[in-house]
């Protein structure tokens, strides 16, 4: 599975958007964007996921440029329940086991 | 609808103790899973089972072993407690399964549970 790269941590203001970024420049054609959060002391939460198009749920949506090297996750009006470490995780879809290579995370913390 | 249940949620052992972990998921899912996440650190996947019947090693297998008891539930057992297996510790579940259609996408989406933190002394 292609390796991510996110920031360590970012700040947003309750009410306001979060863009999360996340760089996979080794992506490969078969891997999907896989985004995941974890709130303090949870298990982690399934956020969205995409292959190529951008994808919204109720949740977020997600933005992959053309070369699919990043993606931005938004959360379009962040609360402070929002506070969480987001993962952004590259793997294969559809495979015949599904695990999931987690990383450092992005650290979001929303201020009132 | 549960989803992921685990049991228990704390425990502390005393090295060289021996405990099975217990994950079941009410979602008919195929595939199931264990994680460790040690502070500060993402998971690391330990065992997993890709369908009832068969179970295959993760990352960091060792000191583990586990039994997909049927398709609803997955245990996690440590036969001999150590003070490197203080964690937390996640099942997660996911659908899994069948070809690369259009339905597919959903399907390997993973669920967790709320996790059993251990310690051992």
């Known amino acids: 599975d292609a390796k991510t790269t996110q920031p360590p941590s970012m700040d947003c203001a309750e009410g306001r958007a979060a863009n999360l970024p996340c760089n996979h420049s080794t992506i490969s054609g078969n891997e999907y964007v896989y985004w995941y959060r974890q709130i303090h002391s949870q298990g982690p939460q399934y956020i969205i996921h995409g292959l190529k198009n951008n994808e919204t749920n109720e949740m977020a949506s997600l933005i992959i440029t053309e070369d699919r090297k990043s993606s931005t996750l938004i959360l379009p009006h962040a609360t402070l329940r929002d506070t969480a470490v987001y993962y952004c995780?590259?793997?294969?879809?559809?495979?015949?086991?599904?695990?999931?290579?987690f990383g450092q995370g992005t650290i979001l913390t929303v201020h009132p | 609808n549960a989803g992921v249940t685990q049991t228990p949620k704390f425990q502390v052992l005393k090295t060289g103790q021996s405990m099975t972990l217990q994950c079941a998921q009410d979602?008919?899912?195929?595939?199931m899973y264990w994680y460790r996440q040690d502070p500060g650190m993402g998971l690391r996947l330990i065992y997993y089972s890709a369908s009832e019947g068969t179970t295959d090693k993760g990352e960091v297998p060792n000191g583990y072993n586990v039994s997909r008891l049927n398709k609803r539930e997955f245990s996690l057992r440590l036969e001999s407690a150590a003070p490197s297996q203080t964690s937390v510790y996640f099942c997660?579940?996911?659908?899994?399964?069948?070809?690369?259609?259009?339905?597919?996408?959903?399907?390997?989406?993973?669920?967790f549970g709320p996790g059993t933190r251990l310690t051992v002394l």
């Open positions: 979602m008919n899912h195929n595939s």
């Open positions: 997660a579940s996911s659908a899994q399964g069948g070809g690369l259609a259009g339905g597919q996408r959903r399907t390997d989406t993973q669920y």
């Open positions: 995780i590259v793997r294969v879809g559809g495979t015949s086991y599904g695990k999931l290579t």
